[in-house]
């Protein structure tokens, strides 16, 4: 085709036209015509009757995503906003270390080469401070879906400001050119469906046992009265809750399911950063791959992500948020990244109290930082004063006050700012915990693992935790961890040369492992030291970086791919274990809009059909007494009390104490209680009852006298209590 030809005459038109539109224009027809897709695509749904459910539901799943986005963006714009306060502190300042525009303040860019990881750190920061913003709504009784809403106008302001600095590092993270071999696409095929499989779950309502009992209940009972209130008959709600006022947040806003999303996501966060440090430790492509599933491919860890509101992994991202900054502040001499050491640390310490474990390891570490760094210098004594103020009790002094909120609500509430524990340094007399049940729940947190506890079977916990845990079984860990840690544990002891990072991570995992095995041994406390293990894993299987191709012995190559193979199997093993379980939890239909939330629930939860019967048959005045039912709460809309933990407690004094039938019915008044919900094969069960026989009998006979059961099945009996 010529120059002359008519078509000719017509592309060069085109060409023309489309070189002079301007890129607003053409960005303004790429969003017009996504509009119209998507206006199509919901159409369609709408049109179709037999279409109607499943339309409703993925536009309620796109709807949560939207959100879980959105937070996400006003999480990065806050964080980044605080950190620009830290960093134009003249305390902190280092003229040598960073410029005027605060591009230099985040010394991780080093190590991490900026971008992506540093936003995943501003994300971090912006968590901590949405979570004390919450803290303070609830203090002043605050939570209102306006209130809520207002956050996330206030937050989508920031966002806008703070617009130019996401383009920029959308545009800075580029995938590398180099071509990808079959074992890369086959780790990142893995990697997507063992997300997708998460997400899947996440998006369907939640139903684990310490998410009805205090992770969505507590903030789900603040909601209910705008506040912070006490409730002494839960003891779960004295522990701190950083990460459960994001899902209060979440449920003020949408609901339960933006919650888990949020959980979710922080195990995602914490796979990019596994990649990031494999990368930066000078890991290739194929290894970073395999560090993110080693953490990612853990069945204990997906649950988590994908079944839970827990806060595991928040604490998992919070602890190693500050390992980072601990480890770039060996190559800085300001105290910036310090100081974000401490704030993350206090994010940890606001989430859970088994980061107290690591209180004396983190100021141990900074002495042995400042240590190093004086080394290096000539310093005077009042320099040596002034460095260990601003470079170790500094830091130390924000971890404990980013904390403080949480143990001084305990402090007002109970007394004790550690309750419901260290009952022998804060005694106190509380309604629904005492000394002797806080020292049996000690003890029944020590049955986890072996029963018998000893140096052997301390040296024997790799073995343990890869070949006999089982999820659901206490005295088998309750997880699943998989092999691929024990496989890469003397192939890590082999290596000679560690870079300086490596110590750092391998120093942590060890003391918080050792810590871990002195207390209680649920592999779910085990995984703030899954992101390290798993980097050690990855460089375990790796060559040393001064091996040359031409002396490298070819036993040793070939050992190492077999290796390799043997990893990436183990990886492939633990993915079908996720599909089974995945198969088991069945989300599909929920998703598909075949079954409704409450049928979805029925087929995961024994006490949900008589939950479902008390919220619509009960009068609203109604207070159930819940004894050996679980403490789950969540879903019961009727005020109700429980014994924690020992369910049975409080019935099993009242009835031996008590003289007669009546003086029962006397007790259970005073506790306001109108109805009673019981599990019959816990409470009347002779290895597992409170009731000595008179005790049985006295109840067996008030309950003819003064009870009228209202419902009961397999499982479950509903007793209403007669009134005067």
Known sequence: MGPSHPLYAVEEAVAARDRADSPRWSRVKGILGALWVVSIFCLYLWHRADLEALGLRLLDSALNVFLLVALILILHALGRLISRAFINHPYLRNSETVDHTGTAAWSLAEPFSGGLYSSILYIGLGFGGVSLLMFGLGMFRLYYVSTGWAIFVAGTVLVVWDRRYLVDVVKSWRPQPFPWTGTERLLLSLYVVILSLGL?????????????????YTPKTYLRHHGFIDLPFNIYTYFPMGGEMLYTLAMLVKGDVLAKLIHYFMGVLISIVIYGICRYIGLTRRMGLMGMLFFCSVPTVWFLMSWSAYIDLTLTFFLLSALLCYCGSWRSESGELLVLCGVYFGCALATKFTALYMAPVVFCGLLVRLRHELSHSSATPTSIGGALVKKVLFPMAIAF?????????????????????FLNLFPVSHTGWDAERAGNYLVMLGHYGRAVKSFATYLLLPWDLTMEARLINPSAHDGILGPIFLMALPLLVWRRQWPWPMRILAAFSGIYC???????????????TLPALSVMAAFALSPPPDEHPVTRNRTTVLGRRAATGMAILAIVINTLVIGHYFAGVDPLPYLAGQENRDQYLSRRLDYYNIYSYINKALPSNSRIFLIDVGNFGYYLERDHLSDSIFEDHTIGRIVNQAASAEGIRQQLLKLGVTHLLYCQGILFNTATTPFGV???????EWLRQ???????????????????
């Open 694 to 700: 008179a005790g049985r009998a006295r109840f067996l």
């Open 401 to 421: 006050a980013m904390a403080a909120p949480w143990y001084i609500k305990n402090l007002y509430y109970t007394g004790n700012p550690f309750f419901p524990f």
């Open 514 to 528: 050792l810590a871990w095995a002195l207390s209680s041994q649920q592999l779910r406390f085990l995984v703030p």
């Open 706 to 724: 003064d009870g009228k059961l209202l419902k009961s099945d397999a499982n479950f009996q509903l007793w209403e209590i007669k009134r005067d």
């Open 200 to 216: 899947a779950c996440s998006l369907a309502p939640p139903f684990l046992g310490d998410d009805m009992v205090y992770h969505l």
